[in-house]
């Protein structure tokens, strides 16, 4: 139980941290639009248990209501980073994408520290955004139509 | 282990500083919201009418004002029912004006926009703005991009509603699961203190979280609809934004009805002197509701012949699943609460249950709609409005103005005054019902400025039941201030 409870962290921040630097390592290639959307919304559910996790750590106390401000900010911030023209400028560029994942990263830290300063767990509020613009994304965020 | 909590004390102060009462709020709102309702509802009355030829008005102006009456009613019942059952909840859970506040002005902003691009703009692609219609027009790119703005300031708005319920739930009942009761069912989440959520946080549970779902789909639907606007170089499928839009669309006015339900479960209590207990059949009713109201949506796209059949049957699979649980025990329920009870017939009990009614007879017109054989004959026809307005103006609608009556305070008799504002107002209300309903059944098409016959003389009729429901809508608003002024005295006196 103890260790598999510091094992955890341990795995998802060794993935967080190959998928950020991933651009450099591979150079300029690019997923199919609709992974690459899945994978920033990894990074940003990843950063968003580190950010909950650290609020944990700390008395909590019911916030101001400018942490919930904020977290409506960090949304809508989320999703301009994921314009594909964004993807676009930063794909040729292996370090500005690296740059870009580790944005994702600090944003979605962000939120969730955001939502559990608010109120404790408002967190999973904060993460359940997050899923469910991951996935409407990889829907078809920014893809023309199949025939076109 | 949790830490202890520290409760801070600033905000309290900051809200006591501006005069922000709950209850200053949610008069304020109501008194915004009723009379929007009452504007958008004259809108209503000037597009029958030309429907009807009693008026003439320009195409152009005819689907801006649909657009606007559409985007603002809906908006606007978010707005009155959220504010209704934030206000019922407030104590309990410890929620604060101020932030609600701030949903607030969002929403009223976000219909500012709108109404200053219909208006001025001549925006009018319908309150669905379905792509590309937004972008072809004969109205310029100014008013798109301002009215798809004030789409995102509501959904702003709403977040925070569902933000901010969701904190509170969590903080008196120790998490999500809990609000939605489920502990009835699961032992291992019974709190020690025995503690279990009532009926109307078990709703405010299911819509906060609905809502947040609701709300994210309309973010990136929001998102990628400014993105084109702004650079037309951003691609947009038309079938994945279509479905985007009514996921949020259907799906944000489909949960002002489980808003309502919550505050039905608050309020009707008051006047029949019975409370609502939670049990295992509302937990598992509204947990069925939670998971598939998200769903539905795609029974507003069964004539997509390119869409995935697994939707368009899971779609309509999930509209019966969603909505026949929740509806069935909340209408037992409100019959088991007024059955031999004393019930005081007020006002605002008079609305409930006739909101009640509106609320199975519309239920009942929209299942069928959503059933493919039916849909496939009534699709697009006067049957949807029919429907919609059902639950929406004689439900929903009707369920604000009891809980209006309700806040303000009930009068301890009811002269002929109000009897006669009800009798004007239910004549107005189910004349005007049934006209869209024979429209529907005749075939009319439904947003259309020239109606094939019989849409016309249907719609000359309609016009004077909708003068009634009209008069009577005013004739209650001045009630409602008459009253408001009374007990505002009553209170000075008090205080004094
Ligand atoms: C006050 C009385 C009301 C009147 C007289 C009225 C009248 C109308 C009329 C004439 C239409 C156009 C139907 C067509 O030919 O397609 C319409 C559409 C609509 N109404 Fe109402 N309505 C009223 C209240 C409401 C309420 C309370 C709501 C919602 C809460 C609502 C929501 C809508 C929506 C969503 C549409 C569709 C707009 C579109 O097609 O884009 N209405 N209404
Ligand atoms: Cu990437």
């Known amino acids: 139980m103890k260790t598999a409870q510091r094992l955890w962290p341990l795995a998802l921040l060794v993935l967080v941290v190959i998928d950020i630097f991933g651009p450099l390592a591979f150079g300029a290639t690019e997923p199919p639009l609709s992974l690459h959307h899945l994978e920033h919304a990894f990074l940003l559910l990843a950063g968003g248990v580190f950010g909950i996790a650290y609020v944990r750590r700390r008395p909590l106390s019911y916030g101001d209501p400018l942490w919930l401000f904020a977290v409506l900010g960090l949304g809508t911030l989320s999703l301009l980073m994921m314009l594909p023209d964004v993807y676009g400028t930063v794909d040729a560029q292996p370090v500005l994408h690296t740059a870009l994942h580790l944005g994702f990263v600090v944003v979605g830290w962000l939120g969730g520290y955001a939502a559990e300063r608010y109120a404790p767990r408002l967190g999973l509020g904060w993460q359940l955004l997050v899923v469910v613009t991951g996935i409407i994304t990889a829907t078809g965020f920014g893809s023309p139509p199949p025939l076109a | 282990m949790a830490a202890p909590l520290v409760v801070r004390e600033r905000v309290d102060l900051h809200a006591a500083e501006i005069g922000l009462t709950p209850r200053r709020l949610v008069g304020m709102t109501l008194a915004v919201g009723l009379t929007l309702i009452f504007l958008l509802g004259m809108a209503g009355g000037i597009m029958k009418a030309a429907q009807g030829n009693l008026i003439q008005l320009q195409p152009q102006t005819f689907y801006a004002l649909l657009t606007l009456h559409g985007a603002g009613m809906i908006s606007t019942v978010v707005l009155l029912t959220a504010i209704a059952l934030w206000y019922v909840l407030q104590e309990q859970l410890g929620l604060k004006p101020e932030v609600l506040l701030f949903g607030v002005v969002a929403i009223v902003w976000g219909l500012l926009a709108a109404a200053v691009a219909v208006l001025i703009g001549g925006f009018g692609p319908a309150w669905t703005f379905l792509y590309p219609l937004p972008f072809l027009g004969t109205w310029p790119a100014w008013s798109t991009g301002l009215f798809f703005f004030g789409v995102l300031f509501v959904g702003i708005g709403f977040a925070v509603f569902c933000l901010d319920l969701m904190a509170g739930i969590i903080r008196t ?68 934004i279509k479905n985007l839009t009514y996921f949020f669309g259907h799906t944000i006015a489909n949960l002002a009805i489980y808003v309502s339900a919550g505050v039905i479960y608050a309020v009707l209590p008051a006047y029949t002197g019975r409370t609502w207990h939670t049990n295992k059949v509302y937990a598992l009713s509204w947990a069925i509701s939670l998971i598939f109201v998200p769903w539905a949506w795609p029974h507003h796209l069964y004539m997509d012949f390119v869409q995935a059949p697994w939707l368009q049957i899971g779609g309509e699979a999930s509209t019966y699943i969603a909505t026949i649980p929740a509806t069935v025990v909340t209408i037992f329920g409100s019959l088991l609460l007024v ?61 604000v103005l009891g809980f209006a009556s309700y806040f303000i305070g009930e009068r301890p008799v009811e002269g002929p005054w109000l009897k006669s504002i009800e009798w004007c107002f239910f004549t107005g209300l189910v004349g005007f019902l049934l006209m869209f309903y024979a429209g529907g059944i005749e075939g009319v098409p439904r947003r259309e400025a020239v109606q094939p016959a019989p849409g016309p003389i249907l719609a000359e009729i309609a016009t004077g039941f909708v003068v009634l429901l009209l008069i009577g809508l005013v004739a209650m608003l001045i009630e409602f201030w008459l009253r408001a002024r009374s007990s505002a005295a009553v209170e000075r006196e008090r205080s004094a």
């Not at chain 2, 299942?367 to 004689?394: Q, S």
């Open chain 2, 173 to 240: 009942y120790g998490g999500v699961l809990n609000g939605l009761a489920w502990d009835t069912w699961i032992p291992a989440l019974r709190r020690k203190d025995g503690k279990v959520a009532p009926p109307q946080v078990i709703a405010a549970t299911m819509v906060a979280i609905d809502g947040l779902i609701t709300v994210a789909a309309g973010s990136v639907l929001v998102i990628a609809l400014l993105a084109h606007w702004f650079s037309p170089r951003f691609p947009i499928d038309p079938l994945w």
């Open chain 2, 339 to 399: 059955y031999r009870s004393r019930m005081r017939w007020r006002l605002g009990s008079t609305m409930f249950m006739a909101g009640i009614l509106g609320w199975l007879v519309g239920g009942i017109a929209a299942m069928l709609d959503a059933t493919i054989p039916f849909n496939e004959v009534l699709h697009n026809t006067l049957w949807v409005p029919a429907h919609f307005h059902t639950y929406l103006l004689g439900g929903v609608f009707l369920f």
